[in-house]
């Protein structure tokens, strides 16, 4: 399993860096790992999607760029979650200054293997045993929730019954049994007298993976799929729309960056904002600060986005008083 790279973007190659330059940067050079269970670490960097535009780009404004005096070292999970404590382990080995944890589950296995203060972005922090409070993190975690309470999730499914002329079996798609999540969205199709059982993938988190249980909810002719807020599935974001597409299964998604690839709905914050507050906190925190002193963020904005031009090839029509009410169309 391909676990890390040093990344140079300066140059913008994707040269790896030579474990070697450790030694030769400066004294003030400060070491950061930036963990994500899913995500291909070619894919991390100020060239990639929108969140880690944002990220570094807002890193910059804090002092620190990439090449200059900031080294990152980059890591995935590959899709592989029972893989991730022993990743977290060999992170932690290499002592660096900080860790940028993305997914809850990542931030989670380093919570048990190190005081090296985390920066993490997560659903519900306190749900997933990160912090105790938001206001008063406590530990050597903090970090920016994507989360504004379990109810957005009985809204999601709302917006995608609203959007449909029907909605009788419906899918959550997940990677774990149990959820919060989950529950709150059986909730919801309980009150709407809507079928809603879970879908979950098994390991590895590939494109197989998609494929099979896509191919299994269209023999079971489901017809609306709620996508869980995990983020191997943004990772996975262009293979998901298009078997959505293909399998004609109406599908509404936590994050706007699936709408940009084809998928039908989504309510979400905006990711780019999720990576300026991140890198904020990351600047702070490689300048001193602690992280059981910077309370734990919770964007409560939420867009609304349609894409047309998927509900078309879809054979929808989707309501004009929804469209309406949307914070941006796609056509």
Known sequence: MQRREFITVLCGTGVTWPSVLLAQQPATTKRIAMVHPAEKVGNMTITGRRFFRAFFEELGKSGYVEGQNLLVERYSGEGRPE???????EVVSTRPDLIVALSGAVASHFKEATTIPIIATSSDPIVAGLVPSLAHPAGNITG???????????????LLREALTKLSNARFLTLQ?????ASAVREAANRAQISLVDTLLGSPINEAAYQRVFTSM?????DGLVV?????HIANRVVIAELAAKNRIPAIYPFREFTEVGGLLAYSVDLGETARLMADIVGKVLKGAN????PFSQQTKFELIVNLKASRALGLEISPTLVARSDEVIE
């Open 144 to 158: 920016v929730s994507v989360d504004a309470g379990i109810a957005i999730w009985g809204k999601r499914l709302e």
């Open 218 to 222: 269209k023999q079971d002719q489901v």
């Open 83 to 89: 893989h991730l404590a022993e990743l977290a382990r």
């Open 177 to 181: 049994r149990d959820m919060l999540e």
């Open 228 to 232: 869980s807020a995990e983020a191997e």
């Open 291 to 294: 992280p059981r002193d910077i």
